[in-house]
């Protein structure tokens, strides 16, 4: 089982896991870009079983790193110190805040796990996190067996990788549904049916700080995923 969990990157959907990950008994090593004196605020705030360091240090400390970060971003990961590692990679390609895409993705012929994975190639990626809000992330979780347990999407190549991570979603309160390879990722990119608005009782994006979510079982995201289309 996984005990501790590196973050790179302690934004929203950071912090959300991290306080999902604490609640569930595990420690969290949390880092951004700016160092970790800047992240005193929510070390404290989470407990002892948070610890702030560099990208690098909560890297080599996880047992699984989550990689949440803006996707224009991605290749300030540090590729060494994430070799041999499970990297869960939280992040989509949002034109207006990444700038032009690369072309693979622009062509639709990569996906951002793709490209992710090409300058982690050490490292074995799984997709995930990656079509919710952090608040509905924090609020829809629920122990095993709740009958309003609601299900996130999962994507990865290595098998045993992707276990993991459905192992860890499982302590988080979360189900599961595996979709593939991280090729097949695209199906939980922005503005596929499965992101974000799913788990939304609302359809106001602006009002999505205050939308208190709704479940959303494993077989509805099963479906959501088959409509997909590129």
Request: hydrophobic fraction near 45%.
């Amino acid at each position: 089982m996984t005990r501790t969990l590196g973050l790179i990157g302690s934004g929203n959907i950071g912090s959300a896991v991290a306080r999902l990950a604490i609640a569930a008994g595990m420690e969290v090593v949390l880092s951004n870009s700016r160092g970790p004196e800047t992240l005193a605020p929510l070390v404290a705030e989470l407990g002892p079983e948070a610890r702030a360091a560099s990208p690098a240090e909560a890297a080599t400390a996880g047992d699984l790193v989550v990689a949440t970060i803006p996707f224009h971003a991605h290749r300030s990961l540090p590729a060494d110190a994430l070799a041999g590692r499970i990297v869960l990679d939280t992040m989509n390609y949002d034109r207006g805040r990444d700038g032009e895409a690369p072309a693979g993705l622009d062509a639709g012929t990569l996906t951002t796990s793709e490209l992710v994975q090409q300058h982690v190639s050490g490292s074995r990626v799984v997709k995930v996190f990656s079509t919710i809000y952090a608040g509905h992330l924090l609020d829809l979780a629920r122990p095993a067996g709740a009958p309003d347990r609601s299900a996130l999407p999962v994507a990865g190549d290595d098998a045993a990788a992707v276990q993991e991570v459905v192992e860890l979603l499982d302590v988080l309160g979360w189900d599961s549904v595996r979709e593939g390879t991280i090729a097949d990722s695209w199906r939980m990119a922005l503005g596929q049916p499965v992101f974000v608005s799913r788990y939304m009782v609302g359809s106001d994006f602006t009002a999505l700080a205050t939308d208190p979510g709704t479940p959303v079982p494993a077989d509805t995201i099963a479906a959501l995923l088959a409509a997909a289309t590129r």
